[in-house]
């Protein structure tokens, strides 16, 4: 399962594969059933694992940041008993 494809985040830094992976389906059943959007498929999913990837540093960067200010004052109540 990928996310939805027409959020801003998405549209904003995928814009263009998305567009080409539309543009390959409206051509038809026959079209996507011969495997002629698996590339454009592909560079979909590629895109969208960038951006996962990403959230998920950001995210961890983030978390690492709150529990070293818990752990400050943690460490700074323990010292004023």
């Known amino acids: 399962m990928h996310p939805h494809l027409h959020t801003e985040a998405v549209q904003k830094n995928c814009a263009d594969v998305v567009a080409a992976l539309d543009e390959c389906h409206a051509r038809g ?4 059933v011969a495997g002629n959007c698996t590339d454009a498929k592909y560079k979909v999913n ?14 961890r960067e983030a978390a690492k940041e709150k529990r070293e200010r818990i752990e400050k004052v943690w460490k700074e109540l323990d ?3």
Not at 46 to 59: D, F, G, H, P, S
């Open 29 to 32: 059943f026959l079209w996507k």
């Open 46 to 59: 590629m895109c969208l694992r960038a951006q996962r990837l990403e959230r998920t540093r950001q995210n």
């Open 79 to 81: 010292e004023n008993k």
